[in-house]
């Protein structure tokens, strides 16, 4: 009963900050029930908390034709929100944290794999960490336990399938300046006038990066943001430092690096028209998109099977790490992404059993 599975896996709390152990533990009997090899890929997260990957198999091998791909973590939940943990169905919808995002499609794809027997190999991977920046995800396709032919990634996308995403790159920024007296500006330099002179840069590197344009996506170009600003101590004090977050969501077709190429190109202007100009460009994040032909056999089963056309999105999701292991991907699952990561996320019952169906006939289909 796909209900049932859903309201057990709402039940067991797995925000990111905890150890997803309960919910492998339950994921791990319940496929083992099944028939299916499972497979622990456990890891220290950055707290030194234990999280765990699990791979489970229909056949005993390394390279599968198939992987059903759902991350076992969820966003925090308002603890006075009394259904959070208790799934709750009211008009034909089921509320809970995790609902659409994502343990709607884990249950979908534990009932699809309900009482069949594939003739190729297929794979269901359960991942963590997934919302605090794809870790777990990132870790298997370090570590390529697996080649993987095709997958499907299970996120709320009301059951469009999504056949590409844009990548997500982000840097901290810091500029230096001197600090003085702001009665004697001539006796240093302000790091937030520096860092106001490459910002506007950026505006300037913005607009440019809008003439590569891929079609598919809406924006159709690889956006910036200046999230966060931050700098100086007082205001009469020229500001010694000023540090701002630079985030960019590249196009599949465009590397990461090509933004840190023109970012650094303005920052050499600048450094040449003030040579006493300091900045540190810390890039910690390059996640790259995905994209998958419009013409796999993945992305036309599942537009038939759906009746609905192959999107793109703006975000970043796991298909870039299945990427990694091998294989074609698309994105698609129950419930609505602008649902999920708030009080009140559900997902739609009959949208939640349509799921099921369209995994089973894509498994008898490719396996
Ligand atoms: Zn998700």
Request: aromatic letters at 6%.
């Amino acid at each position: 009963m796909i209900k049932e599975i859903l309201a057990d896996l709402v039940r067991i709390d797995s925000v990111s900050t905890r150890s997803n152990a309960e919910i492998v533990a339950y994921l791990e009997r319940r496929c083992e029930a099944l028939g299916l090899i499972a497979r622990r890929f456990p890891y220290a997260d950055e707290q030194g908390v234990e999280k765990i990957n699990l791979i489970a198999l229909t056949h005993d091998v390394q390279e599968v034709e198939l992987a059903l791909v759902g991350h076992t973590d969820t966003v925090p939940y308002d603890p006075n929100w009394s259904e959070a943990t208790n799934l709750s169905e009211r008009d034909g919808k089921l509320y809970g944290r995790g609902a659409c995002d994502t343990k709607g499609f884990i249950a979908a794809a534990l009932t699809a794999v309900e009482n069949i027997k594939p003739g190729k190999p297929l794979a269901l991977i359960f991942t963590a960490d997934e919302e605090i920046g794809l870790i777990g995800a990132k870790k298997l396709a370090q570590a390529k336990p697996l080649r993987v032919r095709y997958s499907i990634v299970g996120e709320p996308t009301s059951l469009r399938p999504i056949r590409a995403g844009k990548g997500y790159s982000l840097a901290e920024v810091i500029v230096k300046g001197r600090e003085a007296h702001s009665a004697y500006p001539a006796l240093g330099a302000s790091a937030i006038l520096r860092a106001a002179r490459l910002i506007n840069r950026l505006e300037v590197i913005a607009a440019q990066l809008e003439q590569d344009q891929h079609s598919a996506f809406d924006p159709p170009y690889t956006t910036i943001n200046i999230g966060l600003i931050h700098g100086g101590s007082a205001k009469n004090v020229l500001a010694g430092e000023c540090r701002f977050t630079l985030e960019w969501r590249p196009i599949p077709t465009q590397s990461s690096e090509h933004l840190l190429d023109l970012f650094n190109a303005a920052i050499g202007e600048e450094m040449a028209s003030d040579p006493d100009f300091q900045c540190i460009v810390d890039a910690n994040r390059q996640d790259t998109g995905f994209e998958t032909a419009p013409d796999s056999p993945l992305v036309q089963l599942l537009e038939k099977a759906t009746g609905n056309e192959s999107g793109t999105v703006a975000f970043g999701t796991e298909a870039a790490q299945m990427k990694l292991l091998g294989s074609e991907a698309v994105v698609i699952g129950p419930g609505d992404i602008r649902e999920a990561h708030r009080t009140g996320e559900f997902v739609p019952v009959d949208e939640l059993e349509r799921c099921a169906d369209i995994i089973k006939q894509t498994i008898k289909e490719l396996c």
